[in-house]
C-alpha cells in the first residue's frame, strides 16, 4: 500500500465518522463498535 492510498483511505475513513456524528449522532460508529465486541466474544468462544 503506497502513501497516497493509505491518506485517502484514512480521510475516507475520518470524514466517514465525522459525518456520523453530525448527521446521525454516532450512532453508527455505536453499533460497529456492539456489532465488534460481539464478534470478538464469539471468536474467543471457538479459540
Do not use: C
Not at 7 to 16: D, F, N, V
Not at 17 to 44: C, H, P, Y
Request: aromatic letters at 8%; zero cysteines; hydrophobic letters at 65%.
Amino acid at each position: 500500500m503506497t502513501n497516497k492510498i493509505a491518506l485517502a483511505l484514512g480521510a475516507i475513513i475520518l470524514s466517514a465518522l465525522v459525518l456520523d456524528q453530525l448527521m446521525n449522532d454516532g450512532l453508527a460508529l455505536l453499533f460497529l463498535s456492539r456489532k465488534l465486541a460481539d464478534l470478538i466474544e464469539w471468536m474467543a468462544f471457538w479459540r
